[in-house]
């Protein structure tokens, strides 16, 4: 039997996969609650927000008002106990754990405080992370290099976390949070470790890239200057938005 000749695989000329449609995302009489029974104390409750596809909203508030509680249900990293977060048309409350951890995956970048670098790889590893996971090898490295050379960390992917700054680190977590296109990012306070001057060049670099990508972006930050470069600043208090 003839077995079929391919013909030679086409060079490897097409770009990096095309950026992500923007997800919108809606919450929904969100509340959520910490303790059970009559201990039960509400971190918040009755929250309303629909953040447009592309948006960049930034939301502000008092330590412990629950901002990054909400950042985290509105990646379906936590669970709450009323209400609806959704996702574009997806109703995060109706997945499993499984389905939201790949949606996660495919559709979301989250850049967090503390860096959350992975130590035991280098920087390229823990950039191209995100697209390992999800099987996309064929341009892992054009698009790690690419998002090393936005972050200003060319030359430095053999690097380990550990000989890098905390500046430099946080690049890393912006680059490794961007390098699927995700269609959502959400930042936790992604400059509130650094150094004033490191943070606003930190923070600029997140917006600039956010914003390059056209995801929408959901910041939570104590930094006035970046809240202002928003579509939309949100202030949380004990009793909502405000
Ligand atoms: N795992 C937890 N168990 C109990 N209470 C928690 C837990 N995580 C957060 N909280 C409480 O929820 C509230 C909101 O916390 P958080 O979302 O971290 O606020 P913020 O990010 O605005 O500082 C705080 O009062 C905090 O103590
Ligand atoms: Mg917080």
Redesign the pocket.
């Known amino acids: 039997m003839n077995r079929t000749r391919h013909p030679p695989a086409p060079p490897q000329t097409s770009p990096p996969d095309p950026t992500q449609k923007p997800v919108s995302l809606r919450i929904e009489d969100l509340g ?1 609650f ?2 059970q029974g009559a201990a039960a ?1 509400p ?2 409750r009755h929250l309303n927000l629909t953040v447009a596809p592309g948006e960049f909203v930034a939301i502000v ?12 249900c509105m990646a379906g990293l936590d669970d709450w106990d009323e209400g609806r977060v959704l996702l574009g048309a997806h109703d995060l409350g109706t997945m499993d754990a499984e389905q939201r951890a790949l949606w996660r995956r495919a559709n979301v970048g989250f850049v967090f405080q503390a860096f959350h670098v992975l130590p035991h790889l280098d920087v390229a590893q823990n950039v191209g992370l995100p697209l390992m996971l999800l099987g996309q090898h064929a341009h892992m490295k054009a698009r790690v290099a690419h998002m090393l050379e936005a972050v200003g960390l060319e030359g430095l992917g053999q690097r380990l976390p550990q000989q890098l700054s905390g500046g430099q680190l946080q690049r890393v977590a912006i680059a490794r949070a961007l390098v699927h296109r995700p269609g959502l990012l959400l930042a ?2 992604p400059t509130g470790n650094l150094d004033p001057g490191t943070a606003a060049k930190v923070m600029e670099l997140l917006l600039a890239e956010s914003r390059a990508q056209g995801a929408t972006l959901v910041l ?1 930050t104590h930094s006035e200057a970046a809240a202002g470069l928003a579509d939309r600043r949100l202030h ?1 208090t004990q009793d909502g938005f405000r």
């Open positions: 959520k910490y303790g104390r971190v918040f508030g008092e330590s412990g008002v629950g901002k990054s509680t909400l950042l985290n936790d306070e939570v949380l």
